[in-house]
């Protein structure tokens, strides 16, 4: 079974368990945001992580082995820019990405922040003007190398 067919598989089982992801994460006991991105091809789950999400969607033994199968990352990428949420984040960071590199580097120094040292929450914020999605990244900074 490959990436593709192992998630849709996860999806179709999602839908009909009627199970979001935040309950899916917390019958795994990993993040909501992390076994997401994992059920979608993202990110790899370790073999017992991978039993118990199939466990709980009621899933096959190839789907947790494809689940362990190391990802090619944002093989979808060109494919997702033309959903509106993902092109607004794209924007987020067009019209904002200078401004952040500049930020964080005046605080931290000459570097970046680790995307695999990394955790992110999204979390909703009920408000009477219109509720307001928060995101939080979380990676650790790493200084460049000089040599």
Known sequence: MNKAEMREAILAAKQFKGM???????????SPVFICSACLGENSLLADQAEKLCGVLGLPGEVGAALQVYPEKGQRYQEMLSDPLV?????VVMVYGETLKQVIQEKFGDGIMSAIDFTMEVD????PKGDRVVL???????????W
């Open 87 to 91: 092109y607004r984040l794209n924007e």
């Open 136 to 146: 939080t990244l979380n990676g650790k900074f790493l200084p460049y190398k000089r």
């Open 124 to 127: 909703k914020v009920e408000d």
């Open 20 to 30: 979001s992801w935040e309950a899916i994460g917390e019958a795994t006991g990993l």
